[in-house]
């Protein structure tokens, strides 16, 4: 199984980015597939899932309305839109699979490299 996030880079407060995972190795269909993010000094934090039919979507509450993660299972890909960034939003992202449920997203054992976005002015 492998994952390659990409897609962040520096962004002013208020801009946009978009993180693209890319996957291999497994049935990617069958699979839900999470970001995660850490800050420095911080723990990881569960950002966003999203299942292996891309019909069924979850988000922590400190990006509701401002992310959006989709797929395109015929690409092997995830992606995750982040609209209205804040500083606070600045991290390491990952994405993050190995299970069919998005309850279960913070046992996933699989873990891309991660991309670096930071949000500054």
């Known amino acids: 199984v492998q994952l390659q996030a990409s897609g962040g880079g520096l962004v002013q407060p208020g801009g946009s980015l978009r993180l693209s995972c890319v996957a291999s190795?497994?049935?990617?269909?069958?699979?839900?597939v999470a970001w995660f993010r850490q800050a420095p000094g911080k723990g990881r934090e569960r950002v966003s899932c999203?299942?292996?039919?891309?019909?069924?979507?979850s988000y922590a509450d400190s990006v509701k309305g401002r992310f959006s993660v989709s797929r395109d299972n015929a690409k092997n890909t995830v992606y995750l839109q982040m609209d209205s960034l804040k500083s606070e939003d600045t991290a390491v992202y990952y994405c993050?699979?190995?299970?069919?449920?998005?309850?279960?997203?913070?046992?996933?054992?699989?873990w891309g490299r991660g991309t670096l976005v930071t949000v500054s002015s």
């Open positions: 993050r699979t190995g299970g069919s449920v998005c309850s279960i997203a913070d046992l996933f054992p699989y």
């Open positions: 190795g497994f049935t990617f269909d069958a699979y839900a």
């Open positions: 999203v299942s292996g039919s891309g019909g069924s979507t």
